[in-house]
């Protein structure tokens, strides 16, 4: 009889239920039920082979759901670049410096602002920004509808204090800058020439110091304080949500303003952020607002930076004599100058660097800091010396009792039996002076036309006979609050004055009209404010031009011979006398 399909089911049901039940039976029925024991014995195992199977998979599910969903929100940085130059970036410097691949191109520079000059365009990166070696930089411009879209950085350069500079060639006005490797949106440069470019927050008064071009105030004098006043604020273009203060003094570039209590409160609390290494995406600036029917505010990229705290208690400050100096291409007599002024008694050097490019880090590197307190400060501005005195005036106050402003090609001399010990330390005990004027002869090439080996004190030893101009050694407690200083010379507090040290006691060697290749090089671009260029027809009948020489850049054929009228060689015997190693007959520097 045939069976059907459910009928057949419980039988065989039925057939494995009495045979499991009894404890005997055939020896077929006894195989069957073994291997029905060892199939029951596999089930674990396959169960468990199951459940890893299926957690494996869930694994990889999940695991692709999070590569989903990490690439969709993945951060990405977006740029005003045409596709063609962002991927000529990515491919290029910018997945070089980040170190991965054309998908992880990471900026590794940030640019902070930028400032169009007459011969350059100057990039100012933000604090923690990883500078690379200059020849890797190039500066990237926008709109990109020319053939020089990429050009290669003039200058790369960081100092000490954290700044870092990139110079990039001029471009037209109106073209944006950035750098290759940085992907942020290009900046829209500002101009030079209209601009709040610095300032510092004096604790002595509360005030603040701004440093500003554009406003076309009379050299050396006062203008009036109450036509301006000071702003300030995380975006100055929005009038609501910006700080205003009375200005207290104007002068040259140089404004003095009362700090709201409000930002010294805000600097403090930022100070402490930096020191915990937060920054801020958008920093407090500070600018310079003129007050009338035509109220206008200057372009600002200058954030209040604190001057070292007031002590209202200490004795004695650290240094009794400092250096100031600005300069510009003078690396290769900075070591001379520099042990020289050690060794007759300078206890500390602020050097403003005006955008040399020869060098000067590994010069300065070089000199043992344990014996030599040299630090470095960036300083890009044009036709600003004034304005740099002024800021390192500012910087020196609280370690230094005397400053002395001469530059590196000027060497304090002491003809006579006193040394500078002597000389300050009596006018240290007469607080009315505040000023010690020292005359400065002019040395020429004295017959040279290769640069001496030995150095300028040894090598040029024939000068004018009459003394050119002075230059100063401040004391920075008696400077008057304007910091109005012209050539060098500062305008001190009312009842404080000047003494003009004489010739037989102290004066400057000023090595001014060298060898023709040193001479050219130096007058090309001068950092003085009268003459920023000795080649351009401006103040021709100025003291900062050789005389005779006008504007024409073509060596005299009498130029070694020049500028020779009285030979001196005073100081070149006391270097010899003081420096010379008696075993080589050499010189330190």
């Excluded at 005003?80 to 691949?101: C, E, H, K, V």
């Excluded at 002491?414 to 300050?424: K, V």
């Excluded at 060898?515 to 003459?531: C, L, M």
């Amino acid at each position: 009889m045939v069976m059907s399909a459910k009928e057949r089911k419980l039988s065989r049901l039925g057939s494995c239920k009495v045979a499991g039940g009894g404890g005997g039976g055939s020896p077929a029925a006894r195989g069957h039920r073994s291997a029905a024991a060892a199939a029951s014995a596999a089930g674990p195992q396959r169960r468990l082979f199951a459940a890893l199977f299926a957690f494996l998979c869930v694994g990889v599910v999940v695991i692709g759901g999070v590569h989903v969903i990490g690439a969709s929100f993945r951060p990405v940085l977006r740029t005003a670049w045409p596709s063609g130059t962002l991927n000529a970036i990515s491919s290029d410097t910018g997945a070089q410096q980040a170190g991965g691949g054309d998908d992880t191109v990471l900026p590794s520079v940030q640019i902070q602002h930028a400032v169009g000059f007459p011969d350059r365009v100057l990039l100012i990166l933000k604090d923690g920004s990883s500078l690379p070696a200059p020849e890797r930089v190039e500066c990237l411009y926008s709109p990109a509808n020319s053939s020089e879209l990429r050009r290669r950085a003039l200058l790369a350069v960081s100092s000490p204090d954290g700044s870092s500079l990139v110079h990039c060639p001029a471009e037209p006005s109106g073209v944006d800058v950035s750098l290759s490797l940085s992907l942020s949106p290009p900046v829209a440069p500002l101009h030079w020439d209209r601009l709040v470019y610095t300032a510092l927050v004096d604790s002595r008064d509360n005030s603040t110091v701004v440093f500003a071009k554009g406003m076309n105030l009379r050299p050396g004098r006062l203008g009036v304080a109450s036509r301006y006043q000071c702003v300030f604020g995380r975006d100055l273009s929005k009038p609501k949500h910006v700080l205003t203060s009375p200005v207290i003094s104007a002068a040259q570039e140089i404004f003095r303003c009362v700090t709201p209590a409000r930002i010294r409160r805000y600097l403090r609390m930022s100070t402490d952020a930096r020191r915990n290494g937060d920054t801020d995406d958008k920093p407090m600036l500070v600018s310079i607002r003129t007050k009338g029917q035509r109220d206008s505010t200057l372009p600002s990229i200058a954030e209040p930076e604190p001057l070292p705290r007031y002590n209202r208690h200490r004795r004695q400050k650290a240094h009794s004599m400092c250096v100031c100096t600005m300069l510009r291409n003078q690396a290769r007599f900075l070591r001379e100058w520099i042990i020289y002024h050690s060794h007759i008694g300078v206890e500390r050097w602020f050097i403003y660097d005006n955008n040399s490019d020869d060098d000067i880090e590994q010069v300065l590197n070089t000199m043992d800091p344990s014996r030599y307190n040299v630090t470095r400060h960036l300083w890009p501005w044009m036709k600003s010396q004034e304005a740099g005195f002024a800021h390192c005036a500012l910087r020196a106050r609280e370690s230094c009792e005397w400053v002395g402003f001469i530059d590196v090609d000027e060497f304090l001399h002491f003809p006579g039996n006193q040394t500078l010990a002597d000389i300050l330390q009596n006018y240290s005990n007469r607080p009315r002076i505040g000023e010690l004027r020292t005359a400065c002869h002019s040395f020429g090439p004295s017959g040279r036309t290769k640069i001496p080996k030995k150095g300028v004190t040894t090598g040029y030893t024939c000068r004018l006979s009459a003394p050119e101009r002075h230059k100063s050694i401040v004391r920075p407690d008696a400077l008057n609050p304007s910091l109005i200083n012209v050539v060098h010379h500062f305008h001190l507090k009312e009842g404080a004055r000047y003494v003009n040290i004489g010739q037989g006691v102290m004066l400057i060697n000023h090595y001014k009209y060298q060898v023709w290749e040193v001479f050219k090089d130096k007058f090309s671009g001068r950092v003085a404010t009268y003459v920023a260029d000795w080649k351009d027809k401006e103040n021709v009948g100025s003291r900062d031009r050789a005389p005779g020489l006008g504007t024409k850049p073509v060596e005299p054929e009498d130029w070694p011979s020049r500028f020779c009228e009285v030979y001196d060689t005073g100081l070149k015997d006391f270097v010899h006398k003081a420096f010379t190693d008696p075993d080589t007959g050499s010189l330190p520097w």
